[in-house]
């Protein structure tokens, strides 16, 4: 099995969705502060990041979207839920921001020669 990161990059002004905190990262100490401070000629940096918890790369919870006080927040869901075989589904041909319909998902598995089996990931490519 090929594994592929599908992480987007992290950067200050990178889109996120409205209403959402922006991406920020900062310098809180860098080479050359330390090194003022620390004698020995060891030096170091470190950044700041501020970042809203649906932005960049993210997976929703189920607390996200289920309000039982027994929905699994993202700590407590099992690790293998993040990865595994996956299949892209092209549906590019839809309208923006419409809903995707169990025959659409049909019609491009067909045409992607690939059926979705159970613990697989679908990527849908929207253009």
Request: proline share 7%; glycine share 8%; aromatic share 8%.
């Amino acid at each position: 099995m090929k594994v592929i990161d599908l992480s987007q990059e992290i950067y200050t002004g990178m889109p996120v969705f409205p209403g959402h905190a922006k991406t920020v990262i900062f310098d809180t100490v860098t080479y050359e502060e330390t090194g003022r401070i620390l004698t020995d000629g060891y030096c170091y940096r470190t950044n700041g990041l501020l970042l809203c918890d649906h932005g960049p790369t993210h997976v929703d919870a189920v607390s996200h979207i289920d309000p039982s006080p027994d929905a699994p927040t993202i700590d407590e869901m099992a690790l293998e839920t993040f990865f595994g075989p996956g299949v892209c589904l092209d549906i590019s041909h839809l309208p923006e921001h419409s809903l995707i319909e169990p025959e659409d998902i049909m019609r491009a598995e067909e045409k992607a020669v690939r059926r979705i089996e159970a613990g697989d990931i679908v990527l849908f490519y929207t253009g």
